[in-house]
């Protein structure tokens, strides 16, 4: 069976850091590319972040550039999600997924999230 997990959430104060990880089994790691999305309250769950599947290409939205880094260990499984100078506003759940390539829409597996929460 598939797995992806998301963990590290918690709550963070403004400015702080908090970095996520990702879990991942079942499916061939390295050959998929890895996304990072997340939910806030009332709000529709929007992309983050992405990495290639050899970890050599980074994408980011434009609320987190420069503020959140995105990383892999392919050998380990498991996707990382760097988040730094935290502002309420990323408060939500996020998620990681597996997907064919960043640029496309096309998730194969979704992971279940973890809460991350930024206030003072």
């Known amino acids: 069976d598939v797995q992806l997990q998301a963990y590290g959430g918690g709550l963070v104060q403004p400015g702080g850091s908090l970095t996520l990880s990702c879990a991942a089994s079942?499916?061939?790691?390295?050959?998929?590319?890895i996304g990072w999305f997340r939910q806030a309250p009332g709000k529709e769950r929007e992309g983050v972040s992405c990495?290639?599947?050899?970890?050599?290409?980074?994408y980011y939205e434009d609320p987190v550039k420069g503020r959140f880094a995105v990383s892999r260990d392919n050998a380990k499984k498991k996707a990382y999600l760097h988040m730094s100078s935290l502002k309420p506003e990323d408060t939500a759940v996020y998620y990681c997924a597996a997907k064919t390539v960043c640029y496309s829409d096309d998730v194969r597996w979704w992971g279940q999230g973890t809460q991350v929460t930024v206030s003072s």
């Open positions: 990495i290639s599947m050899s970890g050599r290409s980074e």
């Open positions: 079942g499916y061939a790691f390295g050959d998929h590319a």
